[in-house]
């Protein structure tokens, strides 16, 4: 079960600059005097609240929009972009290897 934090059901606060858009991404929230990492899992549009599960298994339904919090990249994801530019090889059908350029990264691993 979900627990409400800072503001209760929201009536008259601001639209919030992010939506359904972070849903899935990691975040850094800062509690009280501590920063707590977790990801953002929903976003309740007709409360302008995120759900947020933090790494220690809590979820909250928070205004993240009234909150301090900073968006963590995903260490693959930062990982694959500095591939971009690099030579590689790539084994292909068991047998032939293909070699070529990185051009771009599209942030999904595939």
Do not use: C
Request: glycine share 10%; proline share 2%.
């Amino acid at each position: 079960m979900a627990t409400e934090t800072k503001a209760e059901q929201s009536s008259g606060y601001p639209k919030p600059k992010y939506g359904k858009e972070v849903v899935g991404k990691r975040i850094k929230v800062l509690t009280g005097q501590d920063w707590r990492t977790g990801v953002v899992r929903a976003y309740h549009g007709g409360y302008y609240k995120h759900q947020v599960e933090f790494d220690d298994g809590e979820t909250v339904n928070i205004h993240l929009h009234l909150e301090e919090y900073q968006f963590l990249q995903d260490k693959k994801a930062a990982d694959a972009e500095d591939l971009v530019g690099a030579s590689v090889s790539v084994l292909w059908d068991e047998d032939e290897w293909y070699t070529g350029t990185v051009a771009g990264f599209d942030g999904f691993m595939h």
